[in-house]
C-alpha cells in the first residue's frame, strides 16, 4: 500500500505560480511511475502530467504542456508540479497519483495508476 500526501495549493491570480508537492510513504518510490491529474466541478478527471520512474520521461496535457513542469526527488520520496503562468480554467482539486510501473510507456488514463492522493485544490482567480 502508497499513501500519497500531496501539498501547496492554494488561491492565485491569473499569471501566477504555485508548486505542488506530493509526498509518499514507500520504500520502492523509484519503482513507480508518478503522475497528476486534476477533476473541476462537474467535469471528469484529466491527465496532466506523467513522470517516469527515473524521471527521465515526462508527458503532458497538450493544455499544460509549457506552463507547468512535473520533476521528482527519489531521494525523498516526493514529486513536484511547478504550475506557471496559470489561468482561471486551471482551477481544480488536483490529485497525484501512482503507478507500479518503471517501463518507457507513461501512461495518461487514470484506471491505470493504483495510488491516490486526497487531492490539493488550485483556485485561480481572473
Known amino acids: 500500500q502508497v499513501r500519497l500526501v500531496e501539498s501547496g495549493g492554494g488561491l492565485v491570480q491569473a499569471g501566477g505560480s504555485l508548486r505542488l508537492s506530493c509526498a509518499a510513504s514507500?520504500?520502492?518510490?523509484?519503482?513507480?511511475?508518478m503522475g497528476w491529474f486534476r477533476q473541476a466541478p462537474g467535469k471528469e478527471r484529466e491527465f496532466v502530467a506523467a513522470?517516469?520512474?527515473?524521471?527521465?520521461?515526462?508527458l503532458y496535457a497538450d493544455s499544460v504542456k509549457g506552463r507547468f513542469t512535473i520533476s521528482r526527488d527519489n531521494s525523498k520520496n516526493t514529486e513536484y508540479l511547478q504550475m506557471n503562468s496559470l489561468k482561471p480554467e486551471d482551477t481544480a482539486v488536483y490529485y497525484c497519483?501512482?503507478?507500479?510501473?518503471?517501463?518507457?510507456?507513461?501512461?495518461?488514463?487514470?484506471?491505470?495508476?493504483?495510488?491516490w492522493g486526497q487531492g490539493t485544490q488550485v483556485t485561480v482567480s481572473s
Open positions: 514507500t520504500v520502492t518510490f523509484d519503482f513507480y511511475t
Open positions: 513522470i517516469s520512474w527515473n524521471g527521465g520521461i515526462t
Open positions: 497519483a501512482a503507478d507500479y510501473y518503471r517501463g518507457t510507456r507513461l501512461k495518461y488514463f487514470f484506471r491505470d495508476y493504483e495510488y
